[in-house]
């Protein structure tokens, strides 16, 4: 985004819409923020790669938004699709101003919850 205004131009980074598209996804109830096998979201969402699941492509006010989510097992997988779609572009709409286009969501894997072992 890039808006002209009388004390200069306003600029939001790809990252910065990044940041905002993963935690709103976060939010969203199914969407795994961690993992207990290994491998996992922790990848996305590690420090250093907060963006790494998400890329943003835009133009002057549109933006494209594709994002990667691993999802818990037993969620209605579309349904959680569809929420993250409208909770991305709601919220980086509202917090950059930015006309979202389109979000793309892929389900890159399932993860089963791993309850506390009984002693």
């Known amino acids: 985004m890039s808006e002209n205004k009388m004390n200069g131009q306003i600029q939001i980074a790809d990252e910065v819409v990044g940041v905002i598209a993963v935690t709103a996804a976060l939010e969203v109830e199914g969407v795994v923020s ?3 096998h290994g491998k996992g979201i922790t990848e996305f969402f590690g420090k250093k790669g907060h963006t790494k699941c998400v890329k943003v492509v835009k133009d002057e006010n549109d933006a494209v938004v594709d994002m990667e ?3 818990k097992f037993g969620t209605k997988v579309q349904k959680v699709a569809e929420e993250v779609q409208e909770r991305v572009k ?8 930015l006309n979202v286009a389109v979000v793309n969501v892929s389900i890159t894997g399932v993860v089963k919850e791993v309850k506390a072992e009984e002693e």
């Open 34 to 36: 961690g993992s207990h």
């Open 69 to 71: 989510i691993i999802v």
């Open 90 to 97: 709601s919220t980086v709409e509202t917090m950059t101003g």
